[in-house]
Every structure is written in C-alpha cells, then in structure tokens.
C-alpha cells in the first residue's frame, strides 16, 4: 500500500495507436531458494485483449500469474498499474483494475453451497443483511450460471462437494466473471474438466467480455483452444519470456516445436523398432474398476509404454490400479513381480519432507540393506551414494534435506527410490511435472537405462511430446484404452489425433438427487432418530417421564451437555478440537457460583475475559501455527489454575435468579426445554443462516479461498472460538443451575461427552461441517441414554462403555453408508 | 547465532534438557542445596509418565492425526490384571499384562485402520470401554500387589531407583527399533505423508496398527510399575498421567503431525514435567502460594514451550510446500 508512486510513461512503441496498458511488468525476477521460478519476464496486458499464455510446465506460468494476482511479491522488477509504478500487486490496485482469477487449484470451499461461494465474494462486509438475502443470492447465483454456461444443471442449493469435477469448474469461472468491475481477468487451465460444449461456451463468454473491455490472460495447454481465443500468444519458457506470436500465423505444431521438443531429440537417439520379446510382465483384459472400462494391455520386460490421452481419462486410475494389483492377480488384471510407483506430485505423493535424500532414496528398498534385523548405515550409504553420484545432484551431499533441492531434482530422487528398489515394473505417473527441460533429459536417460536392464517401464505425461520415448503408447479416453501406436506411429501427431479421437461425451454432469433421497442423506436423520427413540425408551420403562415435571428434571440435566457440545461445535467447525473445555466449563461453573452470585458486574466481566481468552487461544493456534490438540490441553491447566485461585474449594451458590430463571415456564414448555429449543434454532441461525456463518464455516474448509475472497482468516477463527467461549459460559452457567454450586473437577466429563455429541450430531471432524440441531438433538438422546440405564437397572459401571459402543458403530456405519452412497454416485 | 539456531531446530531434544536444567537449579535454589537426590527422585516420579508418553510419541509419529487417549485407562486395566495374576504367577502375571495392553492398542487399531474412525474419536470411545472393564472387573478382582515384584521394582541400584533402570532399557531398546530397523523408518514415513508411503511400498495399515500395539504395550507396562509402586491398583490411577504424559510427548519434539519423534526428547520432557511439578510444589509450600498458581504456572510454560519449539518445525513444512508446488 505504501509503495512510491512514480510517473511512468506508459505507452509502447507498438505501431499502430493503442490504449493505455492496464499492467506492464517487466524484468521480473521470482525465486524460491534455489530455484528461479522466473528470470526477466515481461508481460503487457492491454484494455479488451484475450493473451494467451502457453509454455511448458514449470516454465514459470502460474507463478507469473501468482504476481498479476498480488499472491506473490516479486523478488525483483518492475510492476507498473496504469501508468503508476508499484512494489507489487496490492489489495488496491486488485480493486482498481478488477483482477479477478479462476484458479487451476479450485479455490472454492467444498462444504459451502455453490450460491455461498459467490456470495463470500460478492458481499459487503458488514454483519448482517436485509432479510431475503439468501433467496436474492441463489437467483443471482443461478443467473450468473445460466449466462454463461446455458443448461449447466447444476443447483446452486447443493454444497460444491456434491458437484462433478466439470461443474466445480464451471463455479470458479463464474465465480471470477461475477466481479462487477472486472477489469483484468485470469483463466489458469479453465478447461481441464470442461466437455467440449463446455469449452465453446466458456470461449464465447471469453470473447464478450473481452469485447467490453476487459482484459483476459488465458492459460491453456490446449494449444488449438489458444489459437481459436486468442488475439496474442505469448511464450514462456525457463522463467522468460521468449516471443510473442499471431495466432493466424502461428501453427499448434510450431508452438509445441518452440516450446521444447526436448522429448523428440533423445527418441530419435533411443533404440527403437526392435519389439521387446521379454516376458510379459502385466497383462489385462477387459479390465474395469469404477473410472476404468474394458482396459486390455500388455507390458512386457525391456520396453517403456506410454499412456497418454486427454487429462482427466483415467490415466493415473489406471497406473494406481496396477500398483494396487501388485501382490498377485485380482479380476483380469495381472501383475508379475515387483512393482515401484513414481508420482509426479511430489509434495502430495512422493517426498518425505523431514527426511534426507539419502533416506528418501533407501526407503523402498530397506529389506536389501538390513543385516540382523537393523538397518545397515554403510549399506545404505553405498546404495544412495551410487545413485547420487550418477544423477549428478545439485546439493551438498546425500545427506542433505530433500527439500532443499528443487522439483526437478525431488524427483530424480524419487526415480532412483523406484529403481533402487529393484522393481521389475516401474510406474510412472507424470513424473516430468514442473521439471525443467535438462532434467527432463536426465529423466529419459533414466528410463531408457532402465528399459535396457530388462524393467517394464509404464509411463504417463500429460505433455503429449513426451510420448515420443515411449516404444509403444496406449491412448486413454473416458476410462478406456481407445488405440494402441507403436513403432514410427508413435509421434505427438498421432498421439494428439488418438486423443480427440470421439470428441463426443456422454453428458454425466451434474445429477439431481431426489428430495426423498436427501432427506435419507441429510446428517439429522442419526441424531433425531436416537433422540426419539431413546424418548420412547425412557417412556415405555417409565411412563412418568411423559408428565411435564419430569421432563423437565431429564432435560434439565441435558442443557449443560447441550452448550458444551455446541461449543466444541464451534471449534470443529474452525476444523480443530478442544481438549480442555472441561475444565474450561468448570471454570464458568466456579465464575458463576463465586463471583456472579455475588456482584453481576464483576461476573459478567470475568465471564467476558473468559470468552476472550477462547478467542486469543483461536488466534495463536493461527498465528503460530499450533496443533490445537496441544493447545487446548495446555490451555486447560490455565483454565484449571484460574477456578483455584478463584476458590480453591468447591462451593459457592446458584445466583438467585439464574435458579428461579431455570424453574420458570414458558407458556406449557419448562425451561430447559426453551432452552434447548432456543440453542438448537440459535446455533442453526449462526451457522447457517448468518451471513458470517459462512466465513465461520469456510475456516474449517478452504483457508486460501476464505483469503482471496478478502475476508480475514485470522477473525474468522477468532470468532468460532469466542462462540465457542459463550457455549462455555452458557455450559458454566446452566450447570450451576443444575448442581446449585461449583467444583472446577466435576466437569472434567463434558470434554469426552461433548466431542461423542458432536460427533453422533453429525458433523466432520475434518472442519467446516456441522449440524447445530443435530448436535442439541444428540446431546438430549445422550444424557437420556444415562436416565435410560438407570431406569433398566443396568449396572451404572456400564454406561461408559455403552457410551462408547454408539460412538464407534455410529462412525462405522456413516462410513459404510457413505462408501455406498459413492459408490451409487 | 543463526548456526545455534539452526542446532536447535535440528535437535528439538535441546528444549526439554535445557528446560529440566533450569528447574533442577531453581529447585535447588529454593533449597538451598543443589543436590543429585533432587534429579534421581524426579527420574523415579516420571516413570509413569515417561512411559505414557512415550507410547503417546509412537502413535502419534504414525501420523495422520493418530492419537491414544484410551492410555491411562489401558494402563488402569493392566494394573489390575497385573495384581490379580501375580498372584498365580509373578512372571505370568506380569508378561500377559503387558501383553493385554498390547490386546487394547490392537483393538484401537482395528476400529481406526479398518473401521477408518478418526484415531482421536477411536480411542476415546474405547478408553471408555477399557474403563468400564476395569468399573466391573474391579470388584473381582485382587487389589494388591505381590509383595515379591514390589521389592523388585522399588529397590534402589546405588542412588538410582530400578524403576529408572526399567525405564531407561524400555528407551534403549524403543530407540533401537524406531531409529534402527526397518519397522522405525516405515513408521516415520508412514507419519510424514501416509500416501507416499503407500506408493513407496510400504504396509501403511500393518505400520499403523504395529504402532497402536507398542502403544498399548508401554501404557500396560506402566500399569504393572504402577500398581507395585503404588501399593495396589486403584480406579483413577491413570487420571493424574494423562496430562504430563501428552505434554511430554509434545514438549520432548514428537510433531503432532507425524514422522518426527525423538526419544530421549520426550524422556526429558517427562522429566521436566516432573521436576516442574515438584518445583510448584515445593514454591507453594515455602511461599503458601494460592493453590491455583501451580497449574496457571504449568499452564502457561507448556504452551510457551510448545510456541518455541512446534514452530521451527512448522515453518521448514511451509518452505517445503514453497520448493515442491
């Protein structure tokens, strides 16, 4: 924001009369470590221009994109915004220009429902909203949908969880058109899931917003998708930018030639035309699993096959299949002897991180280099070493992290774990991701080194050039092998051509579920059953239960389960747990006997400080990053420390009124009954139908896409924490009622309880999704579950393991349930 | 400077030593005296702990959120295991003890690995379970312990207790298996990234519930040392354990997120837990504190000490995500 504000010209010597460019960046230089991300890159982006950006992977494109968007700051270079010369892309000049980005990694969150996601981005700030502001944001949401994607059939109701890969895709482009002031836009990789049709529709809504004047940087490797978009091309290669070409003038087969080719000069070297005659080492026919059919194949010793296709054709699913098969034969597939896995995701399923190379290479082959049962050093030492001095590492030694090398040399590391381990089948999932073309070279040195010691080489790319080492290559479409290429057949042309070989698709996006079918899947079907049931239980062993009195004594003892499993409602809802609020809420007990029952003030006031603390704890798990396992565990020592100091015994009293508060009636409901009914519809209201529940929701899920829909990370977990302060003090607070006095270690019980409720309530403790009414509902069913045994007289020793019983088969079934629903799905 | 940080980050074992350092000399100043009594008898109080804690470090290293909260109550089930069938048979009693905690870690296994339940949620629920074994076995079964393995474990080899010496060839022989042989080096891939480790090969489920099983297995060991030194088994014997030993696996370097422990880290956070506890204690009763201090103090010093020593780790996982994207 306080960057220097220079006047520059801006106008570029470009013949003919232009308008001022938007963004000029120039001499941009990014590096991460040790790797140049990129080195002296240029790009002008003028008013009402469609650029394509195309170049290799790893050639630096998202992290040039990562610039335009103010994620990233230039190490060095020039940045200037209409004319205005600045540090790095900020806040105001996203705004100014109306940057607006559709991300290759989908930066929407998933247990929002699609109309949530735009809003996120489209809404002020404030804390609330005229009433209706839902239904106006689901027709906006549905509008947006249908302009530019006619038929897309997808309910803006649904969570984005629930949508196909091709419909989340549709969301994040809409998401970035939707910008009122959109003014420069970014597609990175739009059409990866899209279906053709798709694809044309998304190039016609590229077209008329480009003909209003905006600006779009679209990022494809679909090379023949650039040149029908496009108004420029621009190439970047190793971090630069190399050239800019017509696309009337310019062929995809150029563009793939000036874009490396590095894979076809070491084919032509490679020696093929002989057909291996090795054994064949896996073979399959007919061969279907979900997102595989029909797949027949063969690959034998001494030969590399490639499997090529389209992104998104079953190519990983496929080598995932194989690996999985590698103990022996299931169904037609079949797979003899040992199989290694190299993945191109390094981060997400290759690397160790905390290891060094030297580990990270000896890890799949720890059974050769164990002598009596212990992991031999010198053995181990020798075999990395060989491999580190063949590959020509650029670190220090083999004992250096493995992080502090960059991608490219990760996953020699990872090849050399493959071949290490003396696989006879060695898969290759996209191994050459974001490696740069030297290594690449290396990589197929590798390979081929590998196919001349007699190893089954199965390799996937998605760069189609890539294919040209290959001895043979089958070609993948929608889940099948649609043709085999070997010999001289096997050229990015033919590989290109077999690719888009049925170009029609059967239409599977976007599915509508039944109501009837929804209502079985919603998450309080669990919760209110057992809540009933065990109602009905209770009253058929005793019949009183259904007068009005001692409903009233059964409900009263649920209610400070209830808060307390809505306040751990709140911090999974942030996507962590709390360990300590047991003491916590014996702390809001002694708060409230002592010194609420004394002075209102001074007890309201420490309650506050209490509510606070949750919130300062939410922000330091953030800030620093903490487990909050640990954290709230420590915490509870605090919480713990407090009430003794407070009082270091129990007693102190109910304040007068919160009893008689308690024993009222409203209308014919007792109490505890308004107040579970109040609790249920308040937390249902918070996290649902707040505007800010959906930030409070979005924390737990998707911390990049809360971020760059510009509200505050950092506030919203602040918040679910103090909320779940309140639910404390409330827990406190209706427990006092209850016992009529305060011992900080009688509530040592809620932690477990609570997190059983929350969970039986049917909410993830992966974050972001919760069920509030869910939640009361189970922790009535849980404490009449205890009234229940005593009513049959089962030993009272019993009802924690019967306790713990619901909790497992609960969890069990939901996982069998959901395993079926994906797989009907 | 850097270089000594660098060390630091490298070896979060340094937290814990330094840490029990400052309180054997703020103890020994409170008394006056710095004498070798004060650590000998710190050693023998944190047996229970220690070992809870580091059976903690094993399952939590498997990664992916793994935790036992069942422990103490698995310990409080193998004490009274211990004291009934010694009774038979000092030797067999104690052996299928241990072995019975190894039955619970199995058992938490199961339900996590096959049942895929979220480990934290798994072992709360079964701890529930393991303790109401314990709530009706209790009435059946024998309390005390046998006189001849009591003797045993409390005698006194020189200044060090046998307890100490128990402990520290549990720790060899841990250190051994997770730092030397194959199993240690699959587990701690298996807890850095649990879907590279499927791919490089490795059994991840037999590694996950190998590690649920050394788990149990600690946790029944310290129910057998327990009830000896405690004069019987009782039913909240395992209560006061839970939160030293949970802090010591944290505060000794095991990172939360799996695949990195360190066992003579989490011995000496055990410790400093212990000499913390008595440094309170004796500060209370010399300067009649407010009994709250002590936990507030504990409190406060646990999170500060898990500020300086998670986030090191935490900002190489960042780089790392920085390097690999």
């Known amino acids: 924001m306080g960057s220097s504000i220079d006047e520059l010209p801006a106008a570029r010597a470009t013949g003919a009369p232009r308008a001022e460019p938007l963004l000029v960046l120039e001499d941009i230089d990014k590096s991460f470590g040790i790797t140049q991300a990129l080195s002296d890159a240029d790009l002008t982006v003028y008013p009402g221009e469609v650029v394509g950006l195309v170049g290799p992977n790893g050639a630096g494109k998202s992290t040039l994109m990562k610039v335009i968007t103010g994620v990233l700051e230039p190490t060095d270079g020039s940045i200037t915004v209409r004319g205005r010369r600045v540090a790095r892309v900020s806040q105001r000049e996203i705004v100014e220009l109306g940057i607006a980005c559709a991300y290759q990694d989908l930066s929407l969150c998933t247990n929002l429902s699609v109309y949530e996601n735009f809003a996120l981005l489209n809404m002020d700030h404030g804390a609330w909203s005229p009433r209706g502001w839902r239904k106006e944001q689901q027709g906006q949401a549905a509008a947006l949908l249908e302009r530019y994607f006619p038929g897309h059939g997808i309910d803006v109701t649904e969570p984005v969880s629930a949508l196909s890969l091709a419909g989340r895709q549709m969301v994040e482009i809409c998401k970035a058109l939707m910008d009122d002031h959109l003014g420069l836009l970014v597609l990175d990789e739009p059409t990866s899931a899209l279906s053709a049709n798709r694809a044309e529709q998304l190039h016609a809504a590229v077209r008329e917003v480009s003909a209003a004047g905006v600006a779009v940087i679209y990022i494809s490797h679909k090379l023949d998708e650039i040149q029908k978009v496009c108004d420029r091309i621009v190439l970047l290669k190793n971090g630069t930018d190399v050239g800019e070409f017509d696309p009337g003038r310019i062929t995809p087969d150029d563009l793939v030639g000036l874009m490396g080719g590095g894979a076809r000069a070491l084919a032509d070297a490679s020696s093929r035309g002989e057909p291996a005659d090795g054994p064949v080492l896996v073979s399959a026919s007919g061969y279907g699993v979900p997102g595989l059919t029909d797949i027949d194949l063969e690959v034998r010793a001494g030969e590399i096959v490639g499997i090529a296709g389209l992104v998104g054709s079953g190519q990983p699913t496929l080598l995932k299949s194989i690996f999985a098969r590698r103990r022996g034969r299931v169904g037609t597939l079949r797979v003899g002897g040992q199989v290694s896995y190299v993945s191109g995701d390094r981060a997400g399923e290759g690397v160790f991180p905390l290891w060094s190379i030297l580990d990270n290479i000896v890890v799949s082959s720890l059974r050769g280099v164990t002598r009596l049962g212990l992991v031999d050093r010198k053995r181990s030492a020798t075999l990395a070493g060989s491999w580190f001095d063949r590959l020509r590492f650029r670190a220090e030694s083999v004992n250096s992290p493995i992080t502090s090398l960059s991608g490219g040399n990760q996953q020699k590391a990872l090849i050399a774990r493959g071949l290490a381990s003396g696989a006879d089948v060695i898969l290759l999932n996209d191994p050459t991701a974001g490696v740069d073309i030297e290594t690449k070279q290396e990589i197929y040195g590798l390979l081929s080194e590998a196919r001349a010691a007699g190893k089954a080489v199965v390799f996937h790319s998605t760069e189609d050039a890539e294919m040209e080492i290959c001895d043979r290559v089958y070609v993948m479409r929608e889940g099948r092998v649609t043709s085999e290429l070997s010999g001289a057949d096997v050229s990015v042309d033919s590989v290109v051509r077999a690719s888009f070989a049925e170009v029609e698709r059967t239409a599977t996006e976007g599915r509508r579920r039944s109501a009837m079918s929804r209502l079985l899947q919603s998450r309080l079907v669990l919760p209110i059953s057992a809540m009933l049931v065990i109602f009905a239980l209770n009253a058929a062993v005793n019949p009183n239960v259904l007068t009005l009195s001692s409903a009233r004594l059964l409900l009263g003892t649920a209610v400070p389960l209830v808060f307390a499993a809505l306040g751990q409602m709140f911090v999974v809802t942030a996507g962590d747990i709390d360990m300590g609020n047991g003491y916590s809420i014996g702390l809001a007990n002694v708060l409230v006997a002592f010194v609420l029952s004394g002075s209102l003030v001074v007890g309201l006031v420490s309650l506050v400080l209490l509510v606070a603390a949750y919130a300062l704890m939410g922000a330091l798990i953030h800030l620093r990053q903490l487990p909050a396992i640990v954290v709230t565990l420590g915490a509870q020592f605090v919480w713990l420390g407090v009430a003794l100091i407070v009082s270091p015994v129990p007693g102190g009293q109910s304040p007068q009124w919160l009893s008689t508060l308690y024993r009222t009636q409203v209308l014919v409901l007792p109490m505890p009954a308004v107040l579970c009914l109040v609790a249920a519809a308040g937390g249902w209201f918070v996290v649902f139908r707040w505007k800010y529940g959906m930030v409070l929701r979005g924390v737990g899920n998707n911390r990049d896409a809360i971020e760059r829909s510009g509200w505050s990370f950092l506030l919203g977990k602040m918040t679910n924490y103090a909320l779940a302060g309140l639910m404390v003090v409330l827990a406190g607070m209706s427990f006092t009622a209850v016992t009529y006095a305060a011992d900080v270690n009688t509530s040592l019980a809620f932690c477990m309880m609570s997190i059983a409720t929350v969970i039986v309530g049917g909410c993830e403790m992966s974050g972001g999704v919760v069920e509030p009414i869910g939640v009361v509902a189970a922790a009535v069913a849980m404490s009449l579950i205890t009234s229940l045994l005593v009513f049959i007289k089962v030993d009272s020793n019993l009802q924690m393991a019967v306790t713990g019983l619901i909790i497992i088969s609960v969890l069990a079934t939901r996982l069998i349930t959901r395993r079926r629903a994906s797989v009907a799905a | ?325």
């Open chain 2, 1 to 325: 400077m850097t270089r000594a940080w660098e060390f630091v980050r490298r070896y979060p074992a340094i937290w814990p030593i330094l840490g029990s350092l400052v309180l054997f000399l703020l103890i020994g100043m409170l008394n006056g005296s710095v004498g070798s009594t004060i650590l000998f008898t710190a050693a023998r109080l944190s047996t229970f702990a220690l070992l809870l804690a580091l059976g903690q470090m094993v399952v939590v290293t498997s990664g992916d959120g793994a935790i036992d909260l069942s422990q103490i109550y698995i310990l409080t089930l193998c004490a009274y295991v211990s004291t009934t069938l010694m009774d038979t048979s000092p030797v067999l009693g104690f052996v299928l003890a241990v072995l019975i905690g190894g039955v619970c870690g199995l058992v938490n296994a199961f339900v996590n690995v096959y049942l895929k339940v979220p480990a934290m949620v798994t072992t709360l629920a079964t701890g529930y379970i393991f303790f109401t074994l314990v709530l009706i076995g209790s009435s059946r079964m024998k309390v005390l312990p046998n006189a001849g393995f009591v003797a045993l474990v409390t005698r006194d080899v020189g200044p060090v207790s046998a307890q100490t010496i128990i402990v520290a060839l549990v720790g060899v022989v841990l250190a051994v298996v997770l730092y030397r042989t194959p199993y240690g080096k699959q587990l701690h891939a298996v807890g850095q990234n649990r879907t590279a480790a499927t791919l490089a090969g490795i059994p991840t489920g037999r590694v996950v519930t190998t590690a649920f099983v050394i788990g149990g297995m600690l946790s029944g060991l310290a129910g057998v040392l327990a009830a000896a030194v405690m004069g019987g088994a009782f039913q909240d014997m395992g209560l006061s354990y839970f939160l030293p030993s949970v802090a010591a696996a944290f505060v000794g370097g095991t990172a939360a997120s799996g695949g990195r422990s360190s066992v003579l880290g989490v011995s000496f956070g055990a410790l400093m837990m212990t000499l913390m506890s008595s440094f309170l204690n004796t500060a209370e009763s010399m300067y009649h504190l407010p009994s709250g201090i002590k936990q507030l103090v504990m409190g406060a010093f646990l999170v500060s000490i898990l500020i300086l020593s998670v986030a090191g780790v935490r900002t190489r996982r960042r780089q790392v995500g920085m390097v690999t994207a």
